[in-house]
């Protein structure tokens, strides 16, 4: 009897290190160029997006981005237009009928895929990965430099869904007491 538990035991050890061993997480490091994978026919205001996070990338992590139409650590894509998103092997199935919004999540081989349901949603889960970085959107009004980093990782069970509380974003700039 004793001899079975033990067995038992070291069966679901072995279980947890291999079903653990499978996922990598996602990692970049210092210094080390980041290739970002998204297709040519995406929207302006994802390529601007992108853009931005580039030069994130470079600030925090003195990293440089490269963008490929078809290989990356980043997948980006939004849904219905992206092959590469179809191909990363998540279920993005909660951003169907959903307007701007976006999923990020860690694939089995370790990438991160930004999926959006549509170009404004895309954009956003680009912009989220420069939050999750330590960017500030205020960085540029507010004076807010972000910190520099040896290493940026997310756990290979990393998932998030975001999409807006209200039909409208915007910012509103308080136009009536200016000294604010």
């Known amino acids: 009897m004793r001899n079975r538990i033990l067995f038992s035991f070291l069966a679901w050890v072995a279980v947890i ?16 160029p980041v290739a970002i994978a998204c297709s040519g026919s995406e929207a302006p205001v994802v390529r601007t997006s992108l853009d931005l996070l580039s030069r994130d990338l470079q600030t925090v992590l003195s990293a440089t981005a490269h963008i490929d139409t078809n290989t990356g650590n980043i997948l980006v894509g939004t849904i219905g237009q992206s092959k590469l998103i179809e191909q990363a092997g998540i279920d993005i199935s909660a951003l169907k009928n959903k307007k701007q919004a976006f999923m990020l999540a860690v694939s089995e081989d370790g990438k991160l895929v930004v ?33 520099k980093k040896e ?22 700039i308080n136009d009536e007491d200016w000294g604010l």
């Open 151 to 172: 290493m940026f990782r997310l756990s290979s069970n990393f998932r998030e869904l975001q999409s807006p509380s209200v039909e409208y974003r915007g910012i509103f």
């Open 17 to 32: 290190v291999s079903v653990q061993g499978k996922q990598k997480d996602f990692v970049l490091q210092s210094g080390r």
């Open 115 to 147: 999926a959006g349901s549509d170009s404004h949603g895309t954009a956003y889960g680009i912009l989220e990965i420069s939050r999750l970085l330590g960017v500030s959107p205020w960085e540029w009004w507010a004076d807010v430099t972000p910190e």
